[in-house]
């Protein structure tokens, strides 16, 4: 982590941070960032923003050094922007000029991490005693001692080979508690840079959740610095990483944050901790659970109810058979058609499955609260898991994801359909109309007659020639979304 900081420090770097707690880190609109930091500190509180900056610069150079060719008397260049710079001067004039908006998310970072650290050491010091996972952040102040070696590799082997079918997608999540998100935030940031990785990464004071694509070596390093970092060496083991084609294609950029929740419930985890889910079951157990609830004449009868807690266009590629997957297009929306459907789940025994196991630990957590379910069980690692397992099992159709691929395909079986002529379609599209991000499924024929938006709503508009960015002429949440109740009800 950053480096340390000498106690007469202490109560002036608190002040600063103090000043930046409102700081939207994702904000790029910053006309000039250092200018709007400074502007806000004080003579006293200057020379620690301006320390953190050095820090944070000094870090975005050190994830962009590539080994020199042998021949040269240089140790290592950088390579940026798809830029090779061969001396400091350069590499530092680029950062400077073309990257002020990410050293002033770093550099706010860095700031909160510190008054983190200082706080944690004024606590300990008062206590008398060292807890050893604060002592390892304390001691290992530079992001820099967190990041794997590569110097021994070529470059290519870490940027190149970075298309589908050479590269990979990790899918992961870790609930554990977090003192300093912040500070995860940055190294993380800084780790996957290191590694030439794209894709999204939620970080909160519950854990975190990422799903990081690039080639085969740097998603392999990627997990062995998470399995070997105190922070989560006890926590994650390798069967927790899931693995799928693909590479840093599939992701337009690399998003890192600190958020409330690391998957979007939209209740806090105060009120419903990820420290009472469901019963985790094996893909095996959840398998031989599944044929014993297809094997029974009567299913409205059962007592069992096998539950999809994704969104719809999700289910609506692929899915287990016989599950009840709800027509809700966001999961911040499952808490609600629980609560008004509660009555369905009352002494029942839910089996519930999401794509990777994480929306799961939630939603059971969520759906145990209420107290009307006989018992809750959900699939460990999700269908991603059971899919390795079992290709041709229960579950039937493509597994969507959310990245540039759509979805991932286990087997032949097509459960959906276009929905301008009915012929089996599986293969999502965004819709054609400009601002509307609902996906459409419309097969090749309907296609080629122009069928290329969700609606017909979106289809005239598309037509039309484009308004000017001030008129507000049509919204996303279309005709498709409008005709769709917010929370659906399954009771009669």
Not at 125 to 152: F, G, I, M, Q
């Amino acid at each position: 982590m950053p480096s340390s900081i000498s106690p007469d420090q202490g109560d002036d770097l608190e002040t600063c941070v103090l000043r930046f707690s409102d700081l939207d880190l994702k904000d790029t609109n910053l006309i000039n960032p250092s200018i709007s930091l400074k502007a806000e500190l004080d003579v006293n509180t200057k020379k620690k923003y301006s320390f953190a900056k050095k820090k944070a610069f000094a870090l975005f150079v050190k994830t962009k050094e590539v080994p020199a060719p042998s021949f040269e008397c240089k140790e290592k260049w950088w390579k940026c922007c798809q830029q090779l710079f061969t001396d400091q001067t350069s590499i530092h004039r680029h950062v400077a000029t073309q990257h002020a908006n990410e050293i002033c998310h770093q550099t706010a970072s860095i700031l909160k991490q510190l008054a983190v650290t200082l706080s944690t050491s004024k606590s300990l010091k008062s206590a008398d005693k060292r807890n050893p996972l604060t002592e390892y952040l304390t001691e290992n102040h530079e992001v820099s001692a967190w990041l794997p070696d590569v110097s021994c590799f070529s470059p290519d082997k870490l940027i190149s080979g970075q298309g589908s079918d050479e590269g990979e997608v990790l899918l992961y999540y870790c609930y554990r508690d977090l003192e300093d998100p912040h500070g995860v935030c940055a190294w993380q940031t800084a780790l996957c840079q290191h590694l030439h990785l794209t894709g999204k990464v939620r970080i909160a004071t519950e854990g975190i959740n990422g799903t990081v694509g690039g080639t085969k070596l740097a998603t392999r390093l990627y997990v062995e610095v998470m399995l070997s970092c105190p922070l989560f060496k006890d926590y994650l083991c390798k069967d927790d990483f899931k693995t799928s084609k693909g590479g840093a294609c599939c992701f337009p950029e690399l998003r890192v944050g600190v958020f409330e929740e690391i998957v979007p419930m939209g209740i806090s985890p105060s009120k419903i901790s990820y420290k009472k889910p469901g019963i985790h079951l094996s893909p095996g157990e959840f398998h031989k659970e599944v044929e014993k609830f297809l094997s029974q004449a009567n299913r409205k009868q059962s007592d069992t109810i096998l539950l999809d807690c994704r969104n719809f266009y999700e289910s609506k590629i692929g899915r287990f058979q016989g599950c009840l997957a709800p027509d809700i297009r966001k999961f911040s929306y499952f808490p609600s058609y629980v609560d008004k459907n509660l009555e369905l789940f009352r002494e029942k025994r839910i089996l519930m499955y999401c794509t990777g196991g994480i929306r799961c630990e939630r939603g059971s957590a969520y759906l145990k609260a209420k107290g009307v379910c006989k018992e809750v069980f959900q699939l460990k690692g999700g269908i991603h898991k059971y899919l390795e397992e079992f290709p041709d099992g229960f579950y039937k159709g493509k597994l969507f994801v959310f990245d540039e691929r759509y979805a991932l395909s286990y087997n032949s079986d097509i459960v959906s359909e276009c929905s301008f002529c009915g012929a089996p379609w599986d293969q999502y599209k965004l819709c054609s109309t400009s601002q509307c991000r609902q996906l459409v499924l419309t097969c090749p024929a309907c296609q080629g007659q122009g069928l290329t938006a969700c609606c017909v709503t979106c289809q005239e508009k598309g037509s039309r020639p484009a308004s000017s960015p001030t008129q507000n002429s049509f919204k996303e949440e279309c005709e498709c979304t409008a005709r769709r109740p917010r929370i659906p009800s399954e009771l009669s």
